[in-house]
C-alpha cells in the first residue's frame, strides 16, 4: 500500500507519532501519513484514498481530539493548505488556515466582525465543520459559503445549505463531506470599529489566559455543558449532590446551561489524576495532559467523572472531545 500511496501522492511516511500533531500531545501512530500543502494536494490525497480504498482521517489542527495510544490505520491526511486571499471584504480560505491566523490578517485588512474567535484554536475547515464559536457567536455567522469535497469532486455550497446548529453542522454528521475552501463574510469597518475589535481580541485572549490551562497539552473542554433548554434534570437531586441552595442554583444556571466545570467544582473533582491526565485547577472541565498522559488515563478519568455524575446527580455527561482510533 505504501509504494501505491507514494507514487499517487509523493512523500507519504510510515508511522508517524499523532502526538505531535495533537494540541493533547497524545496518540500512538498514524500508519500512513500525508501532510496536504495545497487544494490539490488535499482533494488528491481524498481521491486517491477512496480509489485505493483505504481508510483516511483528516486531520486539522488537532484540537478538539483524542487518539488512542495505538494510533490509526489507514491514511491520515494532514491540512497544511493555509492559502488565503481579502478582496475587499471578501475573504477566501483554505481549510488549513488556523482561525487565529485568518483572524489576525483580516483585522490588518481593517475587516470586523469576528473578535470572538480570538485564541480560538485549530483550521478554519475543523471550525466549520464544528460550528465552533464562543460568547454566543460562532463560524455559521460569518460563512457565506463553503466549497466541500464529496465523491470526488469540489461544489460550492451557501451556507444556509449546510444546517448549522450549535457547535453542529451537516458536514459533521456527513461521512466524506469535507471542507476545502471558505468564503467568509465580514465588513470593511472604521478606524473605530477595528479598533474596537482588537481590543475585544485583547480581551478574549486575556480571558482565555485567565480562565484555561493553557499551559499544559490539552484538548478544550472534554465535556458539554448540560443545556437545560433541552436536557431534563432532576433539579432537586442536582441541589442535594452539589450541596448548594435553591438561589446557587439559580445563579449557576441563570443562562440555561449547567456548567460542566462547576459540578466538577462542587464534586471535588478538580485535581483529581490518573496517570498523567489531570482534571484542571483551572477549569474543570478540561482535562490536561501533565506530562506523560496517555489516551488509557484520560479515559480511565473521564469514565470515573462521568460515573460519579451520574451517580450523584443523575445526569449523563456527554464528551465535546472526539475519540479516534478506539
Ligand atoms: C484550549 C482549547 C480551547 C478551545 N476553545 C474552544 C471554543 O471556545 N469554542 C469551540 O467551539 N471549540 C473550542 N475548542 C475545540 C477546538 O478548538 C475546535 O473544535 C476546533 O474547531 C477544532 O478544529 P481542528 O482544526 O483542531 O480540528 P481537529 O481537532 O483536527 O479535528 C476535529 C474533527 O474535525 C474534522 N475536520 C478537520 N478538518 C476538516 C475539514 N476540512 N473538513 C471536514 N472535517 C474536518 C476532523 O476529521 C475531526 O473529525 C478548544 C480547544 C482547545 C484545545
Not at 485572549?205 to 433548554?229: A, H, W
Not at 496517570?275 to 488509557?296: C, D, L, R, W, Y
Request: hydrophobic share 35%; with cysteine; charged share 30%.
Amino acid at each position: 500500500m505504501i509504494d501505491q500511496l507514494k507514487q499517487k501522492l509523493g512523500e507519504v511516511t510510515e508511522n508517524e507519532s499523532l502526538a505531535s500533531h495533537t494540541t493533547f500531545k497524545i496518540g500512538g501512530p498514524a500508519k500512513y501519513f500525508f501532510e496536504a500543502k495545497t487544494k490539490d494536494d488535499l482533494v488528491k490525497a481524498l481521491q486517491t484514498a477512496e480509489e485505493l480504498k483505504i481508510d483516511y482521517f483528516l486531520l486539522g489542527g488537532g484540537s478538539n481530539l483524542l487518539v488512542s495510544d495505538q494510533g490509526l490505520d489507514g491514511l491520515t491526511i494532514k491540512q497544511s493548505n493555509t492559502t488565503f486571499k481579502i478582496t475587499d471584504d471578501k475573504v477566501y480560505t483554505e481549510s488549513g488556515a488556523l482561525v487565529v491566523d485568518v483572524l489576525d490578517k483580516t483585522l490588518e485588512s481593517s475587516l470586523v466582525g469576528w473578535p470572538w474567535a480570538a485564541g480560538l484554536p485549530g483550521t478554519i475547515g475543523g471550525a466549520i465543520r464544528g460550528n465552533a464559536g464562543a460568547y454566543g457567536k460562532a463560524m455559521s455567522d460569518i460563512t457565506e459559503s463553503v466549497e466541500i469535497y464529496q465523491k470526488g469532486k469540489v461544489n460550492n455550497f451557501t451556507a444556509d445549505k449546510l444546517g448549522f446548529k450549535y457547535r453542529h453542522s451537516v458536514i459533521k454528521e456527513t461521512p466524506g463531506m469535507i471542507v476545502v475552501a471558505v468564503n467568509l463574510k465580514l465588513k470593511k469597518g472604521s478606524t473605530e470599529e477595528v479598533k474596537k475589535d482588537k481590543d475585544q481580541v485583547k480581551i478574549y485572549n486575556d480571558r482565555r489566559e485567565n480562565t484555561q490551562p493553557l499551559d499544559l497539552p490539552n484538548s478544550g473542554c472534554v465535556f458539554k455543558n448540560i443545556d437545560l433548554t433541552k436536557i431534563k434534570v432532576d433539579k432537586a437531586k442536582v441541589i442535594k449532590g452539589l450541596d448548594i441552595t435553591e438561589e446557587e442554583y439559580a445563579e449557576a444556571t441563570k443562562f440555561d446551561k449547567l456548567p460542566v466545570s462547576y459540578i466538577l467544582d462542587r464534586l471535588g473533582l478538580k485535581g483529581k489524576t490518573i496517570g498523567g491526565a489531570q482534571v484542571s485547577e483551572k477549569h474543570g472541565a478540561f482535562v490536561v495532559n501533565t506530562g506523560e498522559a496517555k489516551a488509557e488515563h484520560v479515559i480511565m478519568l473521564i469514565s470515573d467523572i462521568k460515573m460519579r455524575v451520574r451517580n450523584e446527580l443523575g445526569i449523563q455527561l456527554m464528551e465535546e472531545v472526539q475519540y479516534l482510533g478506539f
